[in-house]
């Protein structure tokens, strides 16, 4: 018995070739990602402007940033404006945070309004409508009804009622330090 079916064709291998190395860009370009007019301030001459609208990426370093409906996972900039967005870690000389989310933060200027943010250092901080786990700074102003689970400030104003300040936070690392210490003794001796 003999077989019939015709035999596949052979296949060749083709050489793959190399793709042309893109253009390196310019290095006082701007990058742009358009968004709505939602700005800051002018940037300089040779300033890198960032706008991210509905959408998230992972890191960004730039100049100005401006987030809404977006997120962003680390950040380095000199201005950083979030509405409707959140950022995971960020380090700016001035970020502003308006209903939106800030996980970590160290900002010379800080502004949150009818946001939330989680450790955040910075040397001047003004609150309005938020809620912040833990606050160091300089100087806090508090405008509107704010939550402040630990602040460490030098000077305050506004209403304000910390969950702990400095000395209930003082005395609760004290006693978990106790706790902890209790703990382990009893789990090295048994």
């Known amino acids: 018995m003999t077989d019939d079916t015709p035999a596949a064709p052979r296949r060749t291998r083709r050489r793959a070739t190399p793709a042309p190395a893109p253009e390196p860009l310019a290095p006082a370009a701007p990058v742009v990602v358009?968004?709505?007019?939602?700005s800051l301030?002018?940037?300089?001459?040779?300033?890198?402007?960032?706008?991210?609208?509905?959408?998230?990426i992972a890191e960004a370093t730039a100049g100005s940033v401006d987030v809404k409906?977006?997120?962003?996972?680390?950040?380095?900039?000199?201005?950083?404006?979030v509405q409707w967005g959140?950022?995971?870690?960020?380090?700016?000389?001035?970020?502003?945070?308006?209903f939106g989310s800030l996980g970590a933060g160290l900002a010379g200027e800080l502004k949150v309004s009818q946001g939330i943010a989680g450790s955040v250092v910075s040397r001047d901080a003004t609150l309005e409508q938020s809620f912040v786990?833990?606050?160091i700074?300089?100087?806090?102003?508090?405008?509107?009804?704010?939550?402040?689970?630990?602040m460490v400030a030098q000077h305050v104003s506004g209403e304000v009622r910390p969950v702990l300040d400095w000395r209930g936070a003082l005395v609760a690392g004290a006693a978990f330090?106790?706790?902890?210490?209790?703990?382990?003794?009893?789990?090295?001796r048994g």
């Not at 409906?69 to 404006?81: H, N, Y």
């Not at 959140?86 to 308006?98: K, M, P, S, T």
């Open 34 to 38: 358009p968004s709505p007019a939602v």
């Open 41 to 56: 301030a002018a940037p300089a001459a040779g300033e890198t402007v960032f706008r991210l609208e509905r959408g998230g």
């Open 69 to 81: 409906l977006g997120g962003i996972g680390r950040l380095d900039a000199d201005e950083v404006f």
């Open 86 to 98: 959140g950022v995971g870690a960020a380090r700016a000389d001035r970020l502003g945070i308006e």
């Open 133 to 135: 786990r833990t606050l």
């Open 137 to 150: 700074a300089q100087r806090v102003t508090v405008n509107r009804p704010t939550g402040v689970l630990v």
């Open 177 to 188: 330090g106790v706790v902890t210490a209790a703990w382990r003794a009893l789990r090295n």
